[in-house]
């Protein structure tokens, strides 16, 4: 069954050392790895920063498009993951075991699937 | 047919209070659908409302029960054609497990079938109290799943409309279904993380029955026997589990004294007032004995601890020979192990009893900027109690007025109205 990672946390304002950029770089990396040795990786992919979104919606058939995402926090989408794991449990683990997980929040949801025609 | 259906007779009620649980965890392993299951036991305790008066008892009626579920499941599966890949599952696990539960069965090994049926529901505990559901998700789903109670009686506990807590059960079991959230009994080093949500379910049901947050009673005794039930059955099913025993203990402990909890017209009566030959001494000797048997443990989790200051509150003959150093003490160990503003609360008045009314007004006024307890209103209650006896009657008005304003059932809304009046009468004296 697969599950998105959404991966959540406030962006920061200040930009890190090399010291700090090269450790953060290294935990991801490390749990990137993890992923793909468990044979449950399906996709994978970081954000840009938020201030870069563009948000559009049609009302009355006329296009809105506004600046930035919607934000009610101060945590934004940063990335995602897309893993093929057996439960929700499996998914909890692999979500904790995240490095956003440390510093903001990974929401798990289950990827839909369309029942196939029936044949 | 629903059971709410079935649900007419004293017959069929007994038969369904004593399977429908077993009957479902086991459903629920083979088919892993809390509808389906739902379902086809139903169905199948209907069927032996209609056989077994004329037919008799069969010898195994959980097997017989289970067959004819598992006949409906087929069945259903058969013509809802989405389900074919779980029909072939169903084939294959229910035919293996129920050949090895029949044969077992049959060859005299109840206990092996019954550790077997154990085990699914020990599952479902596990599953109906997941952390990744809402927390009033899970005490609905455990009522009604596990303690078997009906959609419309899992509702009256929570006063609730019946379509709101059918909404309620509908969303959560539509979570487990989608987020795929396992039938599964969560490993050794995982048991410490989940076993808490389970626990704090049983515990939710017990205080809400202990003292009704809202409506016209004081206590749900139905409902008390119902977390009491449960605690037992998860007892059996984890015996060397430390908390669980404390868990059972402490609800033992504490509806022990519930005869004398309330007076003949259902009011309240305090600790102090309560006349303790009305409590039931056999229930007190069987929540002393499980406590005795986790004595040696060194680190007492927080249902032990208060299993422990029950045990010593049913143990004395007044409030006066009551042993208040040691719940002192053991309020003490209670707030480093699991710290919460009415623990704060409880050891205040604790303090009060052991150490006079001063010192426990000490305690309760540096509590007072609690929001949680400024809200409560045993807080202010507590507060009014230590200032009567201290003499200071306007304060002592003036807290049981803030206890009048934020109370929730109406006997209780009665004592403290009384206690109210019996001060403003001395006060004009």
Known sequence: ?119 | MTEDDVGTSDTVDAVFREEWGRLLATLVGWLRDLDLAEEVAADAIAAAVRHWPTDGVPDHPTAWLLTTARRRAVDLLRRRKTYAAKLAILRVEADRVETERLVTTAAGTEQAARDTIGDDRLRLFFTCCHPALAPEARVALTLRYLAGLSTVEVARAFLVPETTMAQRLTRAKRKIREANIPYRVPGPSEIPDRLPAVLSVIYVVFTEAYAASQGPDLTRPDLADEAIRLARILHRLMPHDREVLGLLALLLLTHARHPARTDSDGNPVLLADQDRSRWDRHTVDEGVALLEQALPDRDPGPYLIQAAIAALHDQADSMETTDWPQIVALYNLLQRVAPSPVVSLNRAVAVGMADGPQAGLALLDDLADSPALERYHLFHSARAGLLKQLGRESEAAQAYRQALDLVGNEPERAFLRRQLADIEHHGHR
């Open chain 1, 1 to 119: 069954m697969r599950y998105m990672l959404l991966l959540n946390g406030e962006e920061p304002t200040t930009t890190p050392s090399e010291a700090e950029m090269n450790a953060e770089m290294a935990e991801w990396g490390a749990y990137d790895t993890a992923v793909h040795e468990a044979g449950i990786f399906v996709s994978s992919e970081a954000l840009q920063p938020s201030q870069t979104a563009t948000t559009v919606r049609l009302k009355d058939q006329e296009r809105i498009v506004t600046d930035g995402p919607f934000v009610e926090t101060r945590e934004v989408l940063g990335g995602f993951y897309v893993i093929d794991v057996p439960d929700l449990d499996t998914a909890l683990d692999w979500a904790a075991k995240c490095p956003a997980a440390k510093n903001g929040s990974v929401e798990i949801r289950p990827v839909l699937v369309f029942d196939e025609p029936e044949q």
